[in-house]
C-alpha cells in the first residue's frame, strides 16, 4: 500500500495496492509498523521540489510519497547483519514497506544505500536499531514518531542561535507559536535562558499557548504592531509571506536574522511551491524588497553535518537525547494522539493536516495495514 499525493497539486491523494516487494542480494524489506503526521509532512511536501524531499520515495511520474517519521521492522532480509524481527527507527514514505539496501550495518543501524538516495542528505539516509537508539523508550514510541523529528530540528535551531550568540539580539519571536516545532523549539531556547521568547499564532490559539507558559509573551498575528522594537531574531515556522512582511516592516533594522524553517501557512507562502529552485533561490525570492535582513533559509541537515564534524555523530546524537528527555516529559502533559488506522485514516489525516485543521495539543500517529 502506497499513498500518494500530486506533486503539484497537494489537494490531491490516492492509495495505490501493488504485490509485496521481495528483497534482492543486499537487500531488506522493512515493514513499516506506525509512523507520526504532523504539520512538518506538510513543509515536506511543500518544499518537496525545492529540497528534493520527494526523491527519497519515488512514485509513478507526478506524484509523491510524502515522508514521514516512524517505526519498521525487518520482514525480510538478505543482508548480512540485517536480521529478520529488528525494529528500527528513522525516515519512512506513508507505505506499507519499504525495500533498502542496507550499508554501514553496525550495532546501532545503518544507511540505506539504494542508488537513487546517494545524492540525497544523509542525515535522513540512517535507520537505528531500537535497542541501540538512545532517544528509545517503548513506554512513549507515539510521543516519539510526533515529536523526536521536531525536537531534532529545534535543537539544532537552537544550537544555531547560541553558536552565532542570537546575532546579538536578546528577543527571538517566533511564527506558528502552537505547531510542534515552535514549542520544541521555545522550550530549549527558555533553557538556555537570556532571550525573551515572543511567540506570534492565529487568535484562537492564544489562550491556549498562554496556558503552555512556554513563550514570555504571546500575540496573535493582528497584533505584531505590539512587539518591542528591540533587536530581535525572527525564526519563520509559518512561511507566512503577510506575516513575514509585517515583521520586517516592524523591527527594519532592528531584525538581526531570519530564518526561515517551515510553512505551517504553506497557502500563503507566496508563489507556487512546485515551481521553486533550489533552497538559496527560495530565500532570496521571498527577500524582495523587505527591509531588515534576508530570509536565510534554515536547512537542518546542513546543521547535522556542521556538528556530526564538530562533535561526532554520536555525540551529537547523545546531546540531543539528553535535552529530548524532560522536553518529552513536558510534552506528554498536554499532547493528546489520536490513533487510525489503513488508507482511509491517512487519508482523512493528511487532509486535516493540510488544511490546518488539526488541534495544535493533537497529533496522529498512524499504522498502514
Known sequence: MDFLVKRDDLHQCRTVEGEPAEPGP????????????????????????????????????????????GFAD?????????????????YLPPSS????????????????ASPHRAGLPSAYNGYLRTEADPFYDGGNEDIQMLLRPLFFTSFLIDDFLEDNASFGADVAVLSSASSKTALSAAHLIAKRGGTELIGLTSAQRVGWLKELNAYNTVLP??????????????????????VRDAVHRHFGDKLVHDAVVGATHWEQAGGDPAARGSGAEHAAGIAA??????????????R????????????????????WRPFAQWAGGWLQVEHGQGPEAIERAYRQQLDGGVDPAAGHVLTPG
Not at 522493512?30 to 512538518?40: I, M
Not at 493582528?222 to 512561511?239: F, N, Q, R, T
Not at 556530526?308 to 537525547?321: I, Y
Open 74 to 90: 525487518v520482514v525480510a532480509s538478505r543482508c548480512d547483519g540485517v536480521e529478520e524481527g529488528t525494529r528500527i527507527y528513522g
Open 221 to 242: 498575528y493582528e497584533d505584531i504592531d505590539w512587539l518591542p522594537k528591540s533587536e530581535a531574531v525572527y525564526v519563520d515556522m509559518a512561511g507566512d509571506a503577510a
Open 304 to 323: 547535522v553535518s556542521k556538528r556530526s564534524g564538530d562533535w561526532g555523530r554520536e555525540d551529537l546524537e547523545r546531546r540531543v537525547a539528553d535535552a
Open 26 to 69: 543486499g537487500q531488506a524489506l522493512l515493514g513499516v509498523s506506525a509512523f507520526g503526521l504532523t504539520a512538518n509532512n506538510i513543509t515536506y511536501a511543500v518544499f518537496g521540489e525545492t529540497m528534493s524531499y520527494w526523491d527519497f520515495f519515488p512514485a509513478e511520474d507526478g506524484w509523491g510519497r510524502v515522508p514521514v517519521w
Open 289 to 302: 524588497e523587505l527591509p531588515g535582513p534576508k530570509p536565510t533559509l534554515f536547512f537542518a541537515p546542513d
Open 97 to 112: 514497506e519499504l525495500l533498502i539496501s542496507p550499508d554501514h550495518v553496525d550495532e546501532r543501524g545503518f544507511v540505506d
